[in-house]
């Protein structure tokens, strides 16, 4: 099957901003969803306590920032996103929440250019899965090192495949467990429909083994629940 273009997942996301504004359930067809958002923004916290400048990469409308301020309120935000109504309501949540500056970049992290040394902390939640080939994964690990202080903290959740297909298929399996029980059968297959076509998920110790291999030295795992996890990692020093 050929996957969606950039442009279509954009479309498909300037259509989701409400379902994107309730920090209460998250992204409902993300596993744990909100016990993911409290384990990242708390991790992020206690890692990066001294951050004055934090980008969130994929930043929706503004879930994951909106939990962080909670606890770093002092912060400069950045965000980026494809969409401009995600962007657009970010920003509207965000403008209270901290005493730092706000700022908003519409685009691809693929296409961005970043400032070198800017971040002691970046959040990327349900957003790398949307990379495709494995030079791409390569580019965007390597340009989120750089983009971060030394010694600064890239928390990541999101959506992760499996390498044995077996596990694949058990993990997918319960997948669509989750989906149904949370609203019908109708409703996974419309949500196994648009991963087919958007999503590009990497296994999760390649991911971390990727994280090593482009500046990055502490690596952390803080969960994983069948085909989706949160994890991070450590610039070097």
Known sequence: MQKSS??????RFDRDVERFSNLETGHSAFMDATLVLDLVTQAAAQTAPDARCMLDL???AGNYTLKLLERLPN?????????????????????????GEVRAMQGDVRELALEPGRYGLILAAAVLHHLRGEDEWKQVFAKLARALKPGGWLWIADLIAHTDPRLQA????QYGVYLTNLRDEAYREAVFAYTEREDTPRPLVWQLDLLRAS???????????????????????
Do not use: Y
């Open 58 to 60: 994929g930043c929706g």
């Open 6 to 11: 950039v442009d279509e997942i954009r479309e």
């Open 215 to 237: 500046g990055f030295d502490e690596v952390e795992v803080l969960h994983k629940h069948a085909v989706f996890a949160a994890f991070g990692a450590r610039r070097k020093g």
């Open 170 to 173: 058990l993990h997918w399996q």
């Open 75 to 99: 912060l400069n935000v950045d965000l980026i996103d494809l969409s401009r109504p995600m962007l657009d309501r970010a920003q509207a949540r965000l403008a209270g929440a901290t005493n």
